[in-house]
């Protein structure tokens, strides 16, 4: 099992930019989430679901979209980058009995200057 | 105002000594506290608490919830320098799929 996989590793983009982070696990968890980790702070919860065909805001979802076409896929899509979207972007996943043991994917660092 | 609250936010000791570090919380619903370690990549899951008072332990870590005082502490004895990382505390909430409420961590750096 490769377990929670991301891309890509790095990314820089200019403003105004678009981007989609990849995630797929093999896992097949039905609960699958998005994280953003900022210098100094914990990570925050941009988006969820639950299964596919369903996804449901996190803490901070502006600025981003997500879709959830089958159960292995999670991608993030950020439409027009701003510099405050600059962070270490985690997908995770876990069973649904198991949202305390979530498995997390290596992440994305993205810069948007 | 922060969920999940770490402290300290960073810590700086020597190789064999113990360390505690504290995690307190104020959600609506509880269900458990994790503790995460995370180096240099993603958070891997070191424990889940529900119950007050009842030590779950892993080697030199131990880590004990205190439901009244709504806090939780992780102890780490004989401290080496592969302990050096990120902990992270997080917060399950009753009725959510919607993941885990993380504290900011506190950065340990074990010197040699």
């Known amino acids: 099992n490769a377990g929670v996989t991301q891309t890509p590793k790095f990314r820089i983009l200019k403003i105004g930019q678009s981007m989609t982070l990849q995630c797929t696990q093999d896992?097949?968890?039905?609960?699958m989430y998005w994280y953003r980790q900022d210098p100094g702070m914990g990570l925050k919860l941009i988006y969820y679901?639950?299964?596919?065909?369903?996804?449901d805001k996190g803490e901070v979802p502006n600025g981003y979209n997500v879709s959830r076409s089958t159960t292995e896929d999670f991608p993030l899509r950020l439409e027009l980058a701003a510099p405050s979207q600059t962070s270490v972007y985690f997908c995770?996943?876990?069973?649904?009995?198991?949202?305390?043991?979530?498995?997390f994917g290596p992440g994305t660092r993205l810069t948007v200057t | 105002e922060d969920k999940v609250v770490q402290s300290p936010l960073s810590l700086v000791v020597h190789e064999g000594d113990t360390v505690t570090l504290n995690c307190s919380y104020e959600?609506?619903?509880?269900?458990?506290l994790l503790w995460y370690k995370q180096e240099k990549k993603a958070p891997t899951f070191l424990f889940m608490l529900?119950?007050?008072?009842i030590e779950k332990k892993s080697g030199r870590l131990s880590s004990i919830l205190d439901k009244k005082e709504l806090s939780s502490i992780l102890n780490i004895t004989a401290t080496q320098t592969g302990d050096s990382a990120i902990y992270l505390c997080?917060?399950?909430?009753?009725?959510?799929?919607?993941?885990?409420?993380f504290g900011k961590g506190t950065h340990l750096i074990i010197q040699p």
């Open positions: 679901s639950v299964g596919a065909g369903i996804t």
């Open positions: 997080a917060v399950e909430e009753k009725g959510g799929a919607d993941g885990l409420t």
């Open positions: 529900t119950s007050s008072g």
């Open positions: 995770a996943s876990s069973l649904p009995s198991r949202v305390h043991e979530q498995y």
């Open positions: 896992m097949n968890h039905n609960y």
């Open positions: 959600v609506t619903n509880f269900r458990s």
